[in-house]
Each structure stands twice: as structure tokens, then as C-alpha cells.
Nanobody, 123 residues
Framework: QVQLVESGGGLVQAGGSLRLSCAAS????????IGWFRQAPGKEREGVSC??????YYADSVTGRFTSSRDNAKNTVYLQMNSLKPEDTAVYYC??????????????????WGQGTQVTVSS
């Protein structure tokens, strides 16, 4: 019954911004760790961010540009993406990661995954 649905992707020019949403149903988001991952064609999956109750982590490539947040009342997590670059182009996914992100959260397989949302950044 657990479901995650990403939304908010689209086409933007370099330097622009997008805000992705990950809406959860079937469980309470407040005590869960949620990871953001992305995958570009021909490339391996890459961890982008992880947010839990009290901690937030970012990949070096997005630190200072992306911000993860959560709204427990809406059972939704967000990924605010600013100063977008063409290399940010990918399908973005959210996934459950248990209760904690962990020191190597970006290597974890995750539990439940959303369907993904396409982000395309033009130069």
C-alpha cells in the first residue's frame, strides 16, 4: 500500500530553478528517511540528497544549490533545485531509506521508489 509519487520536473534553462515534490501515501513520512536519486541515460544512479528526522545530506555536486525539506502535515518531501546546470539533467526519484540516512546513504538500494520525474536543463 506504500506509494511515492514524484512531480515538478520539466525543462528549464541553465541557471533556472525547479522544485520537486515526493508525495507519500500508505505510511507516515515524519519518522522516515527519504533519499533523492537521479539517473541520466547511460549513467549509473547517483545519490542527490537524503533527509531524515534531524539530518540532511547532499552530494558534493549539488551542495549549495539544492535543498531538501519536508512538510509532515502534507506527508511530502521537497527538493528545491537552484542554479541548475546541464549536468543536472536526469530522471529524479525519491525512495524510502528506513529511519536513518546512514553515512553511505547514496549507496543504499532503498525500499519503496517513486516512478520518477524528468528534469532537463538546457545550456
Amino acid at each position: 500500500q506504500v506509494q511515492l509519487v514524484e512531480s515538478g520536473g520539466g525543462l528549464v534553462q541553465a541557471g533556472g530553478s525547479l522544485r520537486l515534490s515526493c508525495a507519500a501515501s500508505g505510511f507516515t513520512l515524519g519518522y522516515s528517511a527519504i533519499g533523492w536519486f537521479r539517473q541520466a541515460p547511460g549513467k549509473e544512479r547517483e545519490g542527490v540528497s537524503c533527509i531524515s528526522d534531524g539530518s540532511t545530506y547532499y552530494a558534493d555536486s549539488v551542495t549549495g544549490r539544492f535543498t531538501s525539506s519536508r512538510d509532515n502535515a502534507k506527508n511530502t518531501v521537497y527538493l528545491q533545485m537552484n542554479s541548475l546546470k546541464p549536468e543536472d539533467t536526469a530522471v529524479y526519484y525519491c525512495a524510502t531509506l528506513g529511519l536513518r540516512c546512514g553515512s553511505r546513504w547514496y549507496e543504499r538500494s532503498g525500499g519503496y521508489w517513486g516512478q520518477g520525474t524528468q528534469v532537463t536543463v538546457s545550456s
